[in-house]
C-alpha cells in the first residue's frame, strides 16, 4: 500500500524556521505532482505548494506556491522523488494549520484537493508571536 508520512511539524515562535518531510512509500509510482496543503481550523484545506518532480530543475513553474507562502516557504523533492520536504521560513502567527503532503499520478490544478489521490495524516504547525 502506498503510504505517506508527513514529519518535522512542532511550535515556534513567529519569525522562525520550520522544515516539514514526507516519505512515500511502498510505491513505483512516478509521481505527476507533490504538494503540499493546509488546513487552518474553522477553514477548508487550501494548497500552498507544489513540485512536478519529473520536469527538469530548470523548467519555469516546476514549482508553485500560494501567494501568502511565496518567497517565505520553498517546496524540494531528493534525488529519489519519494521524499518532498517544505521548508518554510519568517514564520507568521497566521501560517499555524495543520500541514498534509499529497500526490498524484494525474495532472489537474496543482491546488486542488480533489485532484490528488495520495494524502498523508497530517502534521501540526503552531506560530505564536
Known amino acids: 500500500d502506498v503510504r505517506l508520512v508527513e514529519s518535522g511539524g512542532g511550535s515556534v515562535q513567529a519569525g522562525g524556521s520550520l522544515r516539514l518531510t514526507c516519505v512515500a512509500s511502498g510505491t513505483t509510482y512516478t509521481w505527476y505532482t507533490m504538494a503540499w496543503f493546509r488546513q487552518k481550523e474553522g477553514k477548508e484545506r487550501e494548497g500552498i505548494a507544489a513540485i512536478f518532480p519529473q520536469a527538469i530543475p530548470s523548467a519555469p513553474n516546476r514549482e508553485l506556491y500560494a501567494d501568502s507562502v511565496k518567497g517565505r516557504f520553498a517546496i524540494s523533492t531528493d534525488n529519489s522523488k519519494n521524499i518532498l520536504y517544505l521548508e518554510m521560513s519568517s514564520l507568521k502567527p497566521e501560517d499555524t494549520a495543520i500541514y498534509y503532503c499529497?500526490?498524484?499520478?494525474?495532472?489537474?490544478?496543482?491546488?486542488?484537493?480533489?485532484?490528488?489521490?495520495?494524502w498523508g495524516q497530517g502534521t501540526q504547525v503552531t506560530v505564536s508571536s
Open positions: 499529497a500526490a498524484r499520478t494525474w495532472g489537474g490544478m496543482w491546488n486542488r484537493v480533489d485532484d490528488y489521490n495520495f
